[in-house]
């Protein structure tokens, strides 16, 4: 098939949204030709940054699908809770579709996402970007190698980081699971998918264990204010804010993300101003979160592998860290490089994939996947080819699904068997 270059619409000018965007820019792979943004300051330098007209930057992608099929593809970085309606608009307009992950809030929301995409014949790729890394093609390629014979138990933790945590869970957008969904949703859906991905199987039962256990009210230390800004104790505190986001000053990547979250003004009258009047200035026990500070995740593989996910708040932010142990060997990973032990010569391998686009450093963009996961989608969008995509709807689906067992588990006190996935629609996708 003769590739073109795809016209790409995004709906959602936040940090995923502009990053995206921005890599399909400067790799040509694609023209940005239309974005949905409710903010007015960020939707004008949005379309001021990819030389939009006036009247291809709509206040929301409600105003933007009453447009018409603009575009080939349409990016959806909106905030959680608003992802099924467009996801099920934009499908229904031809267009296929790079979400961000959570697919949705709730599994019904993402049954009809899987409908909708497979009734219109169009792609969607949910944002798992751990997959998109030499990292993880080298990880499962060495389990699926039978480099340690056959799997029988994984270890993953996700060491959320204590500032990225109160940053995002306390005082941020993923505070509360009513108004986005519980951390192991928001958060780790990344981690059970990437366990199913190099495991190459779906967990058949899971349990689950996991509480706000620290960023309570009883926790607050005595003297402390309601803003760290006005605090007595601040400069003793783990989650200071004026700390954290002074700090960012000066780092473009930083005053990026997290910066970026709280103000668009890069000077410290700017950052104490938003410290002073926004949410991330609040003290972390006084806000009014109420999702998970840490979890553990049990799952059970139809092979008889078993698996344990451990995420936490109370680490520093760093990359991921698994085990893997097998019949005949075990591997070591940190994110960056694979440790390979043999059981039968007792050797030791180092596997160093090398970064695929970045490196491995914590950075809050995933160790630049992100870039990997738009090229993939444009390239996509160019051939007509899904293939090009680690993953499909029925794929993503089937991780939620885990997760929410996860969560149902956790909440119940209780094993959950994980729903058996039905198979894909029947049909072509549309070029």
């Known amino acids: 098939m003769q590739e073109t270059v795809p016209a790409i619409a995004v709906a959602g ?21 239309a974005v949905a943004e409710p903010d007015p300051v960020r939707r004008a330098r949005f379309a001021a940054e990819h030389g939009l007209p ?12 009453a447009a018409g099929r603009l575009a080939d593809g349409v990016i959806i970085a909106t905030q959680d809770a608003e992802h099924a309606e467009p996801a099920i608009r934009f499908a229904g307009l031809g267009c296929h579709i790079l979400l961000e992950k959570p697919m949705a809030t709730s599994e019904a929301d993402a049954l009809r996402i899987v ?15 751990l997959r998109y890394t030499a990292y993880t093609r080298a990880l499962r390629a060495l389990i699926a190698d039978g480099r340690i014979g056959a799997p029988v138990s994984v270890q993953h933790l996700e060491p959320v980081g204590w500032w990225h945590h109160a ?13 986005s969904g519980p951390m192991l949703m928001t958060k780790s859906c990344h981690d059970v998918d990437w366990l199913i991905h190099v495991m190459g199987e779906v967990p058949a039962r899971v349990s689950s264990f996991g509480r706000l256990s620290h960023f ?14 006005d605090c007595a104790v601040e400069a ?10 002074l700090s960012c000053l000066g780092d473009p990547a930083r005053e990026a993300w997290p910066l970026g979250a709280v103000t668009d003004e890069r000077t410290e009258a700017g950052v104490l101003r938003a410290l002073r009047e926004g949410p991330y200035g609040r003290c972390v026990y006084a806000c009014d979160n109420d999702v998970v500070d840490h979890q553990v995740v049990n799952m059970e593989f139809p092979s008889g592998a078993t698996g344990v996910f451990t995420m936490t708040a109370f680490s520093p932010a760093a990359p991921r860290q698994t085990r893997v142990f097998g019949t005949s060997g075990c591997l070591e990973g940190d994110g960056v490089r694979i440790t390979v032990r043999d059981f039968v010569t007792g050797g030791t391998e180092i596997v160093d994939p090398g970064a695929a686009p970045g490196g491995g450093a914590f950075d809050g963009r995933h160790d630049h996947a992100d870039d990997a996961l738009a090229d993939a989608f444009a390239a996509a ?4 080819d899904p293939a090009l995509l680690s993953s499909g709807p029925r ?13 149902r588990a956790r909440l119940d006190g209780t094993i959950v068997e994980t729903a058996p996935q039905s198979p894909p629609a029947k049909g072509t996708v549309r070029p």
């Open 395 to 407: 794929e993503s689906l089937a991780s939620h699904r885990v997760v929410w067992a996860a969560e």
């Open 167 to 179: 940053h995002s869970y306390v005082r941020g957008n993923w505070r509360r699971s009513d108004e």
């Open 13 to 33: 000018a936040g940090l995923r949204g502009r990053a995206y965007a921005a890599r399909i820019r400067a790799t040509g792979a694609g023209r940005i030709v």
């Open 236 to 245: 003793r505190c783990p989650y200071s804010a004026p700390r954290l986001y």
């Open 381 to 384: 969008l160019a051939g007509g």
């Open 216 to 229: 309570r009210p009883e926790h607050r230390p005595p003297g402390a204010a309601a803003r760290c800004v």
């Open 54 to 65: 006036p009247e291809r930057a709509f206040p929301g992608w409600r105003e933007m699908a």
């Open 115 to 129: 409908d909708a995409v497979e009734r219109a014949g169009v792609m969607l790729a949910v944002c798992h970007v």
